[in-house]
């Protein structure tokens, strides 16, 4: 090969290296939750034309405060949907979270030391799920699926049945935490926005984001690069049981009283808004945008179907058709390159 | 002083003998093709020496001194990089995510480390420059070819300048021109003056880029031979027992 063939090859090695191939925006349009927001906005615009109520700032406040504890809960799947894993037994995490923040607050504990009973709870049923998963190599379905009526059924026998709507000492703190809003926006939606913030960052900058994203794509090849497989696993589903927790945390609040049937099926929500907003079940594939984004649009279809007049019976048709829907849509954008 | 000597590896897996008391050298900017029939021990001797399990007896020396592997990361450490036959790359990450995958560069400010993102896709620009592919850093592995995919596979192997790189089947999988791209990118480890093993099947492979050529039949080495003095004819005796040894 002659020099000057080198030099011009080399030129062309230049360009295509330095050559971008996609803009920011060009990029984001080819992301699933950018089109779950199109639909958003679109019945957004349909819903203010046929109902007067839809666009007013307590309908607002409501469908984002519903949403709130879902798309939560959504970031924590996301994390453990991306290694390829899934999460049954968030809902009944809720339940027996719940129930321990309440029975500690109930005996006389401040709201901190609730808090921290809470999420200690949550942690220690992740960490339980995650060993499972990743060092006796267990599949994750059955393990969560097993906690799923574990957790219930705990949630139960230290319940004793019973409803707990007396928080102690720090009661109205409690309940002001969960229910009431700062800068006319819902404090659950406040902790939504700053976590998916959270999450965004740790997804896009930190090791462990690009770690698990890692483990979900190949976890052979994750193993082989020296990345702790095995722990990596092991905090998703901590991280993923620790969201659970928060969400119960404050939804307990909100309403002000709390039974072991807090979260049932909720589960399967929260999946479906994991998966509506651009997670792919096969793992390596999420977005932390996508969590709330997902839990928005399913929260916004129950409300439009209220407002419309339309049966609420219909509500799990329509999140059914749109989980379906989304799925098929990433499909077909796969298939097309 | 070879980079790389191995003296009487064997290895047995219960009664069978995967490996019986093999010898053999690599020295800087060499490539050593390593040839056999399915079975002949190719991937255990490469295992050994990327420190997938150690060997039941003899000995590596590195550098002339003794070393010993119990996993991946241990041989690593010490020089010796593996391009593994199905690349082993997570096909839902970017080039430049593959290359430095376990190496993460990171920035800091204050106590705060983050994922340098843009040193991490010039670094891997100036490797995939260096191997002369047009692989882009920011692409998706998925989208891309098999030529395209071992070169990121081999630029990882780049990132700690590593005395010996092991290649197991490198153009076992990819189309014919690509082979030729994998070829270049052999010749461009040798130029840097790394050592290679390539484990192939495909003899025209081993002719074209190798120096010298080891055979093994069932876990015994028959020759190790300049390739000058040889030929495919030969070679494909040995492999087959046709020839006892040479």
Redesign the interface.
Same mark, same amino acid.
């Given at each position: 090969m002659s020099s000057e063939s080198h030099t011009s090859h080399a030129d062309i090695d230049e360009s295509i290296t330095s050559h971008r191939e996609l803009t920011g925006l060009q990029s984001m349009i080819r992301t699933q939750p950018f089109w779950v927001f199109v639909a958003i906005v679109a019945i957004g615009v349909v819903m203010s034309i046929i109902s007067d109520v839809f666009f007013t700032e307590r309908n607002l406040f409501n469908i984002t405060r519903n949403f709130a504890f879902f798309g939560i809960m959504a970031l924590g799947m996301s994390a453990v949907i991306v290694t390829a894993g899934i999460d049954l037994s968030v809902g009944s995490l809720m339940g027996l979270t719940g129930i321990v923040a309440g029975l500690v607050m109930q005996a006389g504990f401040s709201v901190g030391i609730g808090f921290l009973a809470c999420m200690g709870t949550a942690a220690l049923v992740g960490l339980i799920n995650g060993v499972l998963i990743a060092y006796l190599r267990m599949a994750p379905f059955v393990v969560t699926l097993g906690m799923l009526a574990i957790a219930r059924s705990i949630a139960m026998v230290v319940s004793n049945n019973k409803m707990i709507y007396q928080f102690g000492p720090d009661q109205d703190l409690f309940e002001w935490i969960g229910g009431e809003s700062v800068f006319g926006v819902p404090n659950p939606v406040w902790v939504m926005i700053i976590l998916t913030a959270v999450f965004w960052v740790a997804y896009r900058y930190s090791t462990w984001g690009r770690w698990v994203f890692a483990v979900g794509g190949n976890k052979d090849a994750a193993k082989l690069a020296g990345i702790p497989v095995e722990r990596v696993i092991v905090s998703v589903y901590v991280i993923c049981s620790s969201c659970a927790g928060l969400a119960a945390f404050l939804m307990v609040g909100w309403f002000g009283s709390v039974t072991n049937a807090l979260g049932l099926t909720y589960e399967l929500n929260v999946i479906a808004a994991t998966v509506i907003g651009g997670a792919n079940l096969m793992g390596g594939v999420a977005y932390a945008l996508g969590a709330p984004i997902g839990a928005a649009l399913m929260e916004l279809i129950r409300n439009s179907l209220l407002l419309a007049g339309i049966d609420a019976l219909w509500q799990q048709f329509f999140v059914g058709l749109f989980l379906i829907l989304a799925v098929l849509l990433e499909q077909i954008r796969n298939r097309g390159g | 002083m070879p980079a790389l000597e191995l003296r009487g590896v064997s290895k047995n897996f219960g009664a069978i003998v995967a490996l019986n008391g093999v010898d053999m050298d690599i020295s800087n900017g060499e490539v050593v093709g390593l040839m056999g029939d399915n079975g002949a021990g190719k991937s255990t001797l490469m295992k050994i020496v990327a420190g997938n399990f150690p060997p039941t007896s003899g000995k590596m020396l590195l550098d002339g001194e003794e070393v010993q592997f119990s996993k991946?990361?241990d041989a /690593?450490r010490k020089g010796i990089e593996i391009v %593994?036959q199905d $690349?082993? $790359?997570? @096909?839902? $990450?970017t080039a430049a995510?593959n290359v430095f $995958?376990?190496? #993460?560069k990171?920035k800091r400010i204050g106590f705060i /480390? %983050?994922?340098d993102h843009s040193a991490m896709i010039k670094h891997a620009?100036e490797l995939?420059?260096e191997l002369?592919s #047009?692989t /882009?850093? /920011? @692409?998706l592995v998925r989208?891309m070819s098999g030529g395209q995919r071992q070169a990121v596979a081999i630029a990882r192997t780049r990132l700690s300048d590593p005395k010996i790189v092991l290649m197991d089947e490198p153009t076992a999988a990819i189309s014919v021109r690509q082979v030729a791209e994998v070829l270049e990118l052999i010749r461009r480890l040798k130029e840097s003056d790394h050592g290679v093993v390539l484990v192939s099947h495909r003899m025209p492979d081993v002719f074209s880029v190798c120096d010298r050529v080891a055979v093994l039949r069932r876990g015994t080495k028959v020759a190790d031979k300049a390739i000058a003095n040889t030929n495919p004819e030969e070679v494909t005796g040995l492999i087959t027992g046709a020839i006892g040894s040479a």
């Open positions: - | 991946p990361i /690593r %593994y $690349l082993a $790359l997570c @096909d839902n $990450l995510a $995958l376990g190496r #993460e990171k /480390r %983050y994922l620009a995939f420059k002369k #047009e /882009r850093p /920011r @692409d989208q």
